[in-house]
């Protein structure tokens, strides 16, 4: 019951990064740039974790804990600005096919990291999670799809960002307070961001005019709920299952996106977001011990810290 417990609150962060692609849309349309959205994301999100630590979680954290935090919190902002330049090169729907393969890179670096192959359930589901995403991001009904070669690498660098991001949500500092460990986190995203895309959006009037109408959406749903989330979640059901179950990002973005923004979904997108949903369900269903006897591998497990 706790491993799907746990694995509902990655599923649910990972559905509420899927809402982002709309809501940045929706703010883009509205007459507002990526860098003011996104930069405001960040600062608001920085801002209601603050509140929050200093409200639930007043601990003291060892300077060591908050280097490594820190440094687990840049693979957040890289994703961000790897995966924005892959959607100003490339389409759509080539651009979240290159971000999702995430999926068997965060296997892969689980396998390294604990020096064992991955389960049989683990395999499985990243073969039905990359055909879901094939189907899913429409690429097979596309014709003469134009990419470059700036874009499919910041397509793939924003893949292994992020599959980072939530390796090391998963073993950073896991005996840190939830609400103490995303905020360093956040923190140091934010200091990248505003390095990058420099603090104009701040000074510029973006927010007075409207966009913190998108910004604060943005922060609850791409740097509160799923950094949150995953800082509990991620810890008790492994990396490893934790990419897989972050493949959940993509049918809430093309679901939120046919509610909101009306766009045509195919019968066969259709079809891939169910792949993915199963592609996602399998491995919960193959508990980890019974998938390594599968295997003939020895049931060992890395030492999981409480949170």
Not at 36 to 60: D, P
Not at 131 to 143: D, F, K, N, P, Y
Request: glycine share 10%; charged share 10%.
């Amino acid at each position: 019951m706790d491993r799907i417990k746990y694995s509902l609150l990655v599923f649910l962060g990972a559905c509420s990064y899927g809402v982002l692609s709309t809501n940045l849309k929706l703010g883009m349309n509205a007459g507002f740039t990526m860098p003011q959205i996104l930069g405001g994301q960040y600062f608001f999100g920085w801002c209601m974790l603050l509140a929050l630590m200093l409200i639930f979680s007043r601990v003291k954290v060892r300077l060591k804990q908050v280097g490594a935090l820190l440094l687990a919190g840049i693979p957040m902002s890289m994703t961000a600005l790897f995966y924005g330049v892959a959607v100003e090169e490339l389409p759509a729907s080539m651009a979240v096919l290159m971000l999702f393969q995430f999926t068997w890179i965060g296997v892969i670096l689980e396998a390294i990291w604990e020096r064992k192959m991955p389960s049989r359930g683990k395999m499985i589901s990243i073969a039905v999670l990359i055909v879901g995403t094939i189907l899913a991001g429409g690429i097979l009904e596309q014709s003469g799809i134009h990419w470059t070669l700036l874009g499919v690498g910041c397509g793939l660098l924003s893949a292994i960002s992020f599959a980072v991001y939530i390796f090391v949500s998963g073993k950073v500092a896991v005996e840190v307070p939830v609400f103490t460990k995303s905020f360093i986190m956040v923190t140091s995203a934010l200091i990248i961001l505003l390095f990058v895309l420099t603090p104009s959006f701040l000074f510029d009037g973006s927010l007075a005019q409207g966009a913190w109408k998108f910004s604060i959406p943005q922060a609850l749903l791409g740097s509160i709920i799923p950094v949150v989330f995953f800082t509990i979640g991620v810890p008790k059901v492994g990396p490893g299952l934790g990419t897989i179950l972050g493949a959940a990002e993509l049918p809430a973005a093309v679901i939120v996106s046919v509610i909101v923004l009306n766009e045509q979904v195919t019968a066969l997108q259709w079809f891939g977001i169910i792949f993915i949903l199963v592609g996602i369900i399998i491995p919960q269903f193959m508990p980890e011990q019974d998938q390594e006897k599968m295997d003939g591998q020895p049931s060992h497990r890395t030492i999981e810290h409480s949170v």
